[in-house]
């Protein structure tokens, strides 16, 4: 899997999960685009599986990137719902990535994440 690949990946699976609905205020996000654009980041994005190590696993516990919604409210977007093949593959990328950059996998998932965004915004079909 090339760098690419993983962000497509990840870009088209987040933008899977809108129509979406903070659980505070009610607010309707209507798109991935209009999410970044209306929360702000919280924390690094954390990628359970890998920080346990467990680059193989049968059972994923998942991957999560939270923001706040302008009412305060923490607003997560996960992996969940990826095929198992497809988080096994991603889960070798990081680990190859990781070892090759010499950085941690919330470094490289903070990379990822913010390659995701630039996607999203300059996405005429996410307007």
């Not at 760098?3 to 088209?12: A, R, T």
């Not at 890998?50 to 996960?78: I, K």
């Not at 593959?89 to 470094?107: D, H, N, Y």
Request: aromatic residues 8%; contains cysteine; proline residues 5%.
């Amino acid at each position: 899997m090339t760098e690419d690949e993983f962000i497509q990946l990840n870009y088209e699976h987040y933008s899977s999960l809108f129509p979406r609905r903070c659980s505070g205020c009610a607010r309707l996000f209507v798109s991935l685009r209009e999410y970044i654009q209306s929360t702000r980041p919280v924390g690094a994005t954390i990628s359970y599986d890998a920080e346990l190590g467990d680059w193989q696993t049968e059972r994923p516990l998942g991957a999560a990137a939270l923001a706040n919604c302008p009412c305060g409210s923490t607003v997560g977007l996960t992996t969940e719902g990826i095929p198992l093949e497809v988080i096994q593959r991603m889960l070798e990328w990081i680990k190859v990535q990781t070892e090759q950059r010499g950085i941690t996998s919330a470094e490289l998932l903070g990379y990822v994440r913010e390659q995701v965004r630039k996607r999203a915004l300059a996405d005429p079909a996410q307007r």
